[in-house]
């Protein structure tokens, strides 16, 4: 009996077209974060003092507008499981350049770390409540 009730209050099991949803955003998720943090690597190093070539700079301000795109098409498709996803074109707006990070004040650039920060442990955040719905129904 207990079982049942427990089933009712669940809705049943997840519609097949949800999990597939679910699991595409898991991967686009984790994708994105992989993403989110080579770009961090990128304006760190040149906050460290490697020197900004051209080449470098190029690179940079693909993975920027990459990054840019991926975020939109995640907004897109998590919605509102998406944690904090409205801040991170903001975030994009504060790192132009590495030319303009190579020159940050230390102050000022560790605001720029904390917000990436945040950006990261919310997509995390995002990552494990999808997951765990995907779990809550696999132990149905």
Known sequence: ???????????????????????????????????????????RRAYLGEPVTTDAERKFLRMKSEIARHHQY??????????GGTVLTDFLRTVVNLEKVSKTQSSNYYKIEKFWHEIDLNLEDSLVSIQFRLDQEDQS
Request: glycine share 6%; charged share 35%.
């Open 74 to 83: 995640l907004f897109e498709q998590v919605g509102r499981d998406y944690i």
């Open 1 to 43: 009996m207990a079982g049942k009730k427990k089933k009712n209050k669940n809705q049943g099991p997840m519609d097949p077209k949800t999990r597939e949803h679910l699991e595409e955003c898991v991967q686009t998720i984790k994708e994105f974060i992989e993403k989110f943090r080579q770009f961090y690597w990128q304006f």
